[in-house]
């Protein structure tokens, strides 16, 4: 579930970015008020926090995880 939840945070860092780099416009400070909101300094940390997490997914073992079913 973290593994799930940090690749989400990931991926709208992600998009942010490139938000920033194509069209100069920071969509999380636009949401909170500015890039140094109390908000949106946490929005940017749990991003950077998720991406380092997804960096430890990369040299994850993934033949000693166990296969779960879809229950759909």
Excluded: K
């Excluded at 593994?3 to 989400?8: S, T």
């Excluded at 920033?20 to 400070?29: E, H, N, Q, S, T």
């Excluded at 140094?36 to 940017?44: D, F, G, M, Q």
Aim: hydrophobic letters at 60%.
């Amino acid at each position: 579930m973290i593994d799930r939840i940090a690749l989400a945070l990931t991926v709208i860092g992600g998009v942010n970015w490139g938000l920033v780099g194509i069209f100069r416009f920071d969509l999380v400070a636009w949401l909170c008020g500015g890039q140094t909101a109390v908000l949106a300094r946490i929005i940017y940390t749990l991003v950077g926090i998720s991406a380092l997490w997804c960096l430890a997914l990369l040299f994850r073992d993934w033949d000693d995880e166990p296969v779960v079913a879809n229950s759909h």
